[in-house]
């Protein structure tokens, strides 16, 4: 049962990325279709981004009141109008507006699938079930943007939204026959906005569990900032076509996927902080490697894409236990503490891929600098979170 519940909940966090992914290949001719700029169709992600986190916000709070399957069905239904929309939009504005809607409907997944394992399990199980959840969801940014670009080149770019279409069909059968619902209603909280407001202010003021997922949203950042700067990395620096995605995404995700694996196993055998201080000295050590690599050579596979396999992996290990770590600080809360952080994180994450890499997609060395930044302000948020000293 628990396999079955892992791959449901998988299914539900690779909404987003799939969203996220299988059209990067296609920047380009999307550009062509609609005589758009590049940074134009780079807002085709930067807004889906922006509002699949503000959404986010709200998910974790709503699956606390009317209940976790009833939230997550609606929101599949939004996410399938959306995609069959952008399959068929006749201009760019069009197509942002389905992004926007795309966005607004594909973080019920990974926000509500946090809360679901944390109703179902505690301590060291719920974050064995969190890795496992996150070694399945790494496949798809890894075949994404490998079958967006053959589908770019066998069927164009509209039949990328025609598959993303088809999954959130597949996706919504999956939940509606084989997902129970795991908050009971006498566990629910009436919809009452002043004591939402309430909760929302609890979990904000609460610096420890600020610091913990701006710490982990920004050593997400490097990852996101690779993803915005997928087209530009591959064709430009790499000078790679739109079918060679697998050379960027094949080490980010299996480095993710094997790190969750690890992470899961590790569980048992150290504390939370330890395994976060394990994953930031592998994450610090890939960061000035690939600093060092970009300075003194030109970028080429499979070079300039090994640093980045094991920064994912270090990344992959520290993602478990600090995202429990915060939302242990509000068992009563959890889908909304769930929402706030996923918030926290996918803001980060858009402003990087969506802001930040327009600035730094043109040269190799900015892409590593710009990592090792972000790294360097996560550490900080890392330290400010434990401001009194933990014994492993």
Same mark, same amino acid.
């Given at each position: ?41 780079q ?5 889906f ?27 599949l ?19 942002l ?28 199980e719920?974050q ?22 053959w ?41 009452h ?9 609890? $979990? ?5 569990? *600020?610091?913990?997922?701006? %710490? =982990?949203? !920004? +050593?997400? &950042?490097g990852?996101a /900032? ?35 694996g690890?992470?899961?196993k ?12 394990i ?50 600080m ?21 402003? $990087? ?5 327009? *600035?730094?997609?043109?040269? %190799? =060395?900015? !892409? +590593?600098? &710009?990592?090792?930044? /972000? ?18």
């Amino acid at each position: 049962m628990n396999i079955l519940l892992t791959l449901l909940l998988a299914g539900l966090t690779m909404v987003g990325p799939l969203a996220i992914d299988t059209y990067l290949p296609s920047f380009p001719a999307i550009a062509q279709t609609f005589n758009a700029s590049p940074i134009a169709i780079q807002q085709t992600l930067s807004l889906f981004l922006f509002t699949f986190a503000f959404m986010m916000l709200f998910y974790g709070t709503l699956s606390d009141s009317f209940g976790r399957r009833p939230v997550i069905l609606v929101s599949l239904v939004l996410y399938i109008v959306a995609s069959v929309g952008g399959a068929i939009a006749g201009s760019l504005g069009f197509l942002l507006a389905c992004r926007v809607l795309q966005g607004l409907a594909s973080g019920a997944g990974s926000v509500i699938a946090r809360a679901i394992v944390q109703d179902r399990f505690s301590g060291a199980e719920a974050q064995k079930m969190l890795s496992n959840i996150m070694m399945f969801f790494g496949l798809a940014p890894a075949i994404a943007p490998i079958l967006g670009g053959w589908l770019q080149v066998s069927f164009g770019w509209r039949s990328i939204f025609w598959f993303l279409a088809a999954f959130g069909v597949v996706m919504f059968i999956a939940v509606y026959r084989w997902l129970p619902e795991s908050l009971a209603v006498k566990d629910r909280h009436p919809l009452h906005l002043g004591t939402i407001a309430g909760n929302y202010w609890k $979990v904000l003021r609460n610096r420890k569990f *600020l610091m913990l997922a701006v %710490a =982990l949203g !920004l +050593a997400f &950042g490097g990852f996101a /900032l690779y993803i915005g700067s997928a087209a530009y990395f591959i064709m430009t620096i790499l000078h790679l076509p739109e079918t060679a995605f697998a050379w960027l995404f094949i080490p980010l995700i299996s480095g993710m996927v094997i790190g969750s694996g690890m992470a899961g196993k590790l569980a048992h055998r150290y504390s939370q902080p330890t395994l976060v201080w394990i994953s930031y000295a592998g994450m610090v050590a890939s960061a000035l490697v690939n600093v060092a690599y970009n300075y003194f050579f030109t970028a080429e596979v499979p070079w300039a894409v090994l640093p980045l396999f094991f920064y994912s992996l270090a990344l992959a290990i520290s993602m478990p236990p600090m995202s429990l770590m915060a939302m242990n600080m509000f068992p009563q809360n959890s889908g909304l503490a769930a929402s706030m952080q996923s918030f926290i994180q996918m803001t980060l994450f858009a402003a $990087v891929s969506g802001l930040l890499a327009p *600035l730094l997609f043109d040269s %190799a =060395l900015k !892409l +590593a600098v &710009g990592v090792a930044a /972000l790294l360097l302000v996560s550490l900080l948020a890392w330290v400010l979170a434990l401001p009194e000293k933990k014994t492993a």
